[in-house]
C-alpha cells in the first residue's frame, strides 16, 4: 500500500500541489458552491490538499476559472459550471454553500438574483442535502446584525436590519437562509452548520469589487487617492482568509448546529485602514515597478447609505467550542495581499496588448 500511495503521490506532484492519500473511510466527497470564487477557491485548496473528492458548483457571476485551474483534471476534482437557482442532484456527504455575490457593488448590481440565489438556491442546497444526508454548511454573514446596536455582536443578538433598503437582498436574504436551515433540521432532520463570516480580505479577491480592502490597496498601487466612504471613523475588523478557511472546517467537522461567528476581533476605523495600507505600500514600493505612492492621497466621498457603523466579531464561541482563533496578523496578511495585486497589475499589464 505504502507504494502504491508514493506512485500515486509521485504521479500528481508535478502537475498538480501536494495532496494527501486519505483511506476510503475518510475520504469525503464534498460540493463547494461558489467554490470559483475568493473564499471558495481557497477552501478548495485546503480540502483536496487534505485528500478529499471537491466538486466546485459556480455560476461564474463574480468568481472566475483561473482561482481553480490549478485542480482541472486532477482525478479528486470536479467544476461544474451551474447556477444554484436551479435544482442539482449529484451525491455528496457534505456541502459548503457559499454560492452568493459578497461585496456591496456585487449584491446591489442585481438585487432579484441576490435573492433568488439566497433563498432558492439554498432551499435547494438543504433538498439536495435532504435527499442525499449531506451536513450542510451555509456561509451566513455579520450582516445579518445589520447596523448593530449590541457591539462588539455575538451570536445571541438578533440584528438591527432595514428590510427595504439598499443591503436587504443580501441581509435579508441571509437571514431568510439561516431561517431555512434551522426549519431543514427541525423538520426534516438535515445537519446544518451556520457560520456568521465577518470581513475577510486575501489574495483571490476580485480587484473590481468595490471592498474597502481591494480597494484602498489598489488605490495605492497605482497612486490613486484613496477613497474613504464617510467621515472613516466606521468601524470594521477584518481576518486573514486562511484563518476563515480553517474555521469553516472546524465548524462543519464539529457537533455545534446553532450559528457561529468567525472573525478577527482586531477593530479599526477605515480612515485608519486607509492611512496602514498607504503605508505598508509606501514599505513594499521597492517590490514593484507598479508602485508609486507618492500621489496617493486620501479622498472623502459621501456616506455609503445604510452603512454599518461599527462591526466587531465577538469571537468566544468559535474559540471555546472549536479551539478557533485567527493567528495571521493584521499587517502580515495586509502585505500579501499587497503582493498578490501588485502581480495580478503586472500580469494585466503584460497581456493588454496580446
Ligand atoms: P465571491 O464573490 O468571491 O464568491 C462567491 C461565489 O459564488 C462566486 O464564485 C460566484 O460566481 C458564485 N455564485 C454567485 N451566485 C451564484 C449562483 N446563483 N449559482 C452558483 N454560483 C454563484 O465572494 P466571497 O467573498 O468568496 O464569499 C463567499 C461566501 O462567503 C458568500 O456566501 C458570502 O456571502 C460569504 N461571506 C463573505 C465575506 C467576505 O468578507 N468575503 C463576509 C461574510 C460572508
Ligand atoms: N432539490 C435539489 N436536489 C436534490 C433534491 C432537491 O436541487 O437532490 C431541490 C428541489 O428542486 C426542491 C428543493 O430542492 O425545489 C427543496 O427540496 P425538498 O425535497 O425539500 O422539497 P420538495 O421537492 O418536496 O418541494
Ligand atoms: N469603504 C470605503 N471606501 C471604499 C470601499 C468601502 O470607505 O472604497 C467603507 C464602506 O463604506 C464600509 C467599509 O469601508 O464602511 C467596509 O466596506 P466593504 O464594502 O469592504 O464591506 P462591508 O460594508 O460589507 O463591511
Keep these: 500500500l505504502r507504494e502504491k500511495i508514493r506512485d500515486l503521490e509521485q504521479s500528481f506532484s508535478q502537475k498538480y500541489p501536494p495532496v494527501k492519500f486519505l483511506s476510503e473511510k475518510d475520504r469525503k466527497r464534498i460540493l463547494i458552491t461558489g467554490g470559483a470564487g475568493f473564499v471558495g477557491s481557497h477552501l478548495t485548496d485546503k480540502l483536496m490538499m487534505d485528500g478529499h473528492e471537491v466538486t466546485v458548483v459556480d455560476n461564474f457571476f463574480t468568481g472566475r476559472k483561473r482561482n481553480v485551474e490549478h485542480w482541472i483534471g486532477h ?18 456527504d457534505q456541502i459548503y454553500h457559499l454560492a452568493s455575490p459578497a461585496s456591496p457593488p456585487n449584491y446591489m ?6 435573492l433568488k440565489t439566497n433563498t432558492i438556491g439554498t432551499l435547494n442546497m438543504l433538498g439536495l442535502a435532504k435527499r442525499v444526508g449531506a451536513r450542510l454548511l451555509l456561509a451566513s454573514t455579520s450582516e445579518v446584525y445589520g447596523d448593530p446596536e449590541v457591539h462588539p455582536q455575538n451570536e445571541e443578538y438578533w440584528g438591527h436590519v432595514n428590510p427595504i433598503g439598499p443591503r436587504a437582498c443580501y441581509d435579508e436574504g441571509k437571514r431568510v437562509a439561516e431561517t431555512m436551515c434551522y426549519a431543514y433540521m427541525k423538520q426534516e432532520g438535515v445537519e446544518v ?17 468595490g471592498r474597502v480592502v481591494s480597494n484602498f490597496i489598489l488605490q495605492a498601487l497605482q497612486g490613486e487617492p484613496l477613497t474613504v466612504y464617510g467621515s472613516g471613523s466606521q468601524t ?28 478577527n476581533p482586531e477593530e479599526h476605523t477605515i480612515l485608519e485602514f486607509a492611512r496602514l495600507i498607504k503605508s505598508l505600500v509606501s514599505k513594499a514600493s521597492d517590490r514593484s515597478k507598479y508602485m508609486s505612492l507618492s500621489r496617493s492621497q486620501i479622498q472623502f466621498l459621501p456616506e455609503a447609505q445604510d452603512d454599518p457603523q461599527r462591526r466587531r466579531p465577538d469571537i468566544r464561541k468559535a474559540n471555546m467550542m472549536l479551539g478557533w482563533e485567527p493567528v495571521v496578523p493584521l499587517e502580515e496578511g495586509l502585505n500579501k495581499t499587497i503582493q498578490y495585486f501588485s502581480r495580478e497589475l503586472e500580469h494585466q499589464a503584460n497581456n493588454q496588448y496580446i
Design 236 to 263: 470594521r475588523a477584518f481576518q486573514y482568509v486562511s484563518d476563515l478557511v480553517n474555521g469553516l472546517v472546524l465548524l462543519m467537522n464539529s457537533n455545534i448546529s446553532s450559528p457561529v461567528n468567525l472573525g
Design 109 to 114: 448590481y442585481n438585487p432579484i438574483k441576490t
Design 193 to 209: 452548520r451556520v457560520a456568521r463570516i465577518f470581513n475577510t480580505f486575501g489574495s483571490r479577491m476580485h480587484m473590481n469589487d
Design 75 to 92: 482525478e479528486n476534482f470536479e467544476l461544474i459550471n451551474h447556477d444554484v437557482v436551479e435544482p442539482l442532484y449529484i451525491e455528496v
